[in-house]
Every structure is written in structure tokens, then in C-alpha cells.
């Protein structure tokens, strides 16, 4: 089960769009531009203007636009986003740390010998984090898909 602060604003955002996109009747529509104000107060962006402004007027064409810059990353994403994803970044770092240590002491290895370095590269993400989260850090670059549902540091988090 996810935790209440463990969601993109960007994802809800783009479910919004997508509703919309599709035509929905005056009630509908309403109650999607509704859900999404709802997230932008959540997320604490209520008085943050380029993110409250499109959903306050109800423009879809600058939500759309706002989305897409995001995707391009031509523009930042809003602050609430990042700290999700550094939240699960570092999740995601303990775990890794936490499933190499008990790889390099577990009991299989030889109490007379040294001990060697662990050879694990990748682990399963925290599922506290969704999937839109995960797919979001290894689109950065932050991550790599190692397979399997295995992640590993990618080339800007190579410093564990």
C-alpha cells in the first residue's frame, strides 16, 4: 500500500489531461479539473502560478503545455515532485546497501576468509513507491532497468 505522500503531482496531472482529452461531458470534465485542483492543494502549490494557474482557469491547453515541458525537461519539475523522488532515490539507496551488506556477511560465506565485496549491482525498488516513480528516475538517467524488475544506479547516482 502507498503512502499518502509517495505520489508524482505530474501523474495526476497527466490523468487529468488524458480525461479531458477525451472529450467528457460538461459534469465530468468538472470533476476532473476538480481532481486536479485537489492535488495542486495537496501538493502545496496552491499559490505556486505556473503550476495553479492552468488548473484555477480550467485550460487544458496550458496544463498540456505545462505537462510537456515537464516531460521535455525544459522546465523543472514542481518541488513537491522532486522531493518524491528523492525520497524513493534514497529508499532505493538503502535498500541496495542493505541487500549488499547482508550478501557480503551472510552466513554462507567462510568465517576464516577475508570476505569478499559483494556482486550485486541491482535490487527491486521499495514498493512504498510506485511505478510511475521508478519509471520517472530511470527516464533521468538516475536509474538504470537492470531486468527482472531489478534497478540499479545509473550514471548520476554512482556514488552509493
Avoid at 496550458?62 to 505537462?67: F, S, V
Amino acid at each position: 500500500m502507498t503512502d499518502a505522500e509517495n505520489w508524482l503531482l505530474k501523474t495526476r496531472l497527466d490523468a487529468v489531461r488524458t480525461r479531458l482529452a477525451a472529450g467528457p461531458a460538461a459534469s465530468e470534465a468538472e470533476a476532473a479539473w476538480r481532481e486536479a485542483w485537489e492535488a495542486v492543494s495537496a501538493a502545496g502549490l496552491a499559490e505556486e502560478a505556473e503550476v495553479a494557474l492552468p488548473v484555477m482557469e480550467q485550460d487544458a491547453g496550458a496544463l498540456g503545455a505545462l505537462l510537456s515541458a515537464w516531460e521535455r525537461r525544459t522546465r523543472p519539475l514542481c518541488a513537491w515532485d522532486q522531493a518524491v523522488l528523492k525520497r524513493a532515490l534514497n529508499a532505493y539507496r538503502r535498500r541496495l546497501k542493505l541487500t549488499r551488506a547482508d550478501d557480503e556477511f551472510s552466513s554462507s560465506r567462510s568465517p576464516f576468509s577475508r570476505g569478499a565485496s559483494s556482486g550485486i549491482t541491482g535490487t527491486r525498488p521499495p514498493e512504498q513507491y510506485t511505478a510511475d516513480i521508478w519509471a520517472l528516475l530511470v527516464a533521468q538517467g538516475r536509474l538504470r532497468d537492470g531486468g527482472n524488475g531489478l534497478l540499479e544506479p545509473g550514471t548520476g547516482s554512482a556514488g552509493d
